[in-house]
C-alpha cells in the first residue's frame, strides 16, 4: 500500500509538472527584438516596400501649396518637415505613410489633404552568405517600382552557385515592419523553379533582405539537369599539375568533371600517368582544405566517388606512376657518366 501511494504522487507530481511548464510559441518569442521569426510558404511577393533612409517623397498639398515638395528620408530614419519637425518613418509600408503624414500636419494646419508618392527608391542592399562563389553585400538600384532583384539575380551577381549548394532549401530572411528586429523567413526551392518553371519561387527581394545558402547532404544532385541554368557560372577556373602534356591554370565549364579536366590539360602522358594517383586538393569558404586521391578511368562516367564536378578553384595533381620515378631516377644518376662513357668509345674506335 506504501509504494503504491508513493507511485501514484510521483505520477501525479510530474503530470502537474508537465502542465505547469510554459510553452514558448513563436508569438512570444516574437516579443524580443533578436528572436528570429520562422514561418514557411510565405507569399513574398505580395509584401509592400518598407520606406527608409534614402528614399524621396513628394508631397502634394492640396490647400497648402507652399508646403509641397519632395522630401529625403535621412539615414536616422527621420523625415524633416516643415511645421512638424522631424518624424519617424523608418521601415513602414508604403501604403501607411500617407496617413502618417496627415495625422502629422492635421496637429499643424486645418487642411491636411494631401497626396502622397515615392519618387526615387533607395538602392536595395542584399547580404548573400553560405554557399554561393562569391559571398558578401550586393547593391542593386531599384530606380523605379516594382524594379527590384530577384533571388536569380542576385545569385548571378554573386558568381553563381556551386555543386555542393542545397538548391531545394534555400532560405531569404526578411525584416518585418516597425522599429523592432523581428524578422520572418521562407524557404525557396529553386529546383522548383529551373524544372518546373515555378516563377513564384523566384521572389522579389527586399533592401536587408539576407539569402542564405547551405550545403546538401544529397550526393546525387539533379545536377546534370541544373548545371545548364544561370544559377551556376559558365567558365571557371582550375589548376593541373603533373603528369599532363598542357599544366597549369585551365578555363573550364562549369559541369567539368575530373576526367574532362585532365583530358582539356592535353591528357595524360603516354606511359607516365598512373591513372590511379590522382589528387583533388580544395580550399572550403571557412579556410579548411579538402584532399582525396582517385582512381579513375578515362572513360569513367560523372560521379562524386570516382569522377567529381570540379568547383572554382580546384587544383589537381596528375602524379606519376612508379615506373617513371625509376626511370627519372635513373637518368638523374647515369647522366654524369654519359661523357666519360662516350669518351671511352671514342677511344675505342679511334684504337
Known sequence: ????????????????????????????????????????????????????????????????????????????????????????????????????LYREFSKKILRADLNMSLVVYRPIKISIIGEVNKPGIYTFQSGQENDFPTIVSALEEAGGVNVDTNLREIKVIRRLPGIGQERKIANIDLVDLIIEGNQSQNIYLQDRDIISLSKTNDKDLEFTELSSSNLFPSVIN????????????????SNTSLVQAIMQAGGPRQWRTNTGNIELIRVNKNGTAFRKRYKISLLETVSNENNPILQHGDLIKVNPNLLNNITTGLGAMTEPLASILNAVALIKLID
Open 1 to 100: 500500500m506504501l509504494i503504491k501511494n508513493i507511485f501514484f504522487n510521483l505520477f501525479f507530481s510530474f503530470l502537474l509538472f508537465d502542465f505547469c511548464i510554459p510553452s514558448y510559441s513563436a508569438e512570444i518569442l516574437s516579443e524580443n527584438e533578436n528572436i528570429v521569426i520562422s514561418k514557411n510558404n510565405l507569399d513574398y511577393q505580395n509584401d509592400e516596400y518598407l520606406v527608409g533612409p534614402g528614399d524621396v517623397i513628394k508631397i502634394s498639398f492640396l490647400y497648402a501649396p507652399e508646403l509641397s515638395g519632395q522630401y529625403k528620408i535621412l539615414s536616422n530614419g527621420s523625415l524633416p518637415l516643415p511645421y512638424v519637425g522631424n518624424i519617424e518613418i523608418n521601415f513602414i509600408p508604403l501604403s501607411e505613410v500617407k496617413n502618417l
Open 238 to 253: 582550375v589548376n593541373i599539375i603533373g603528369s599532363v602534356y598542357a599544366p597549369g591554370r585551365q578555363s573550364i565549364e
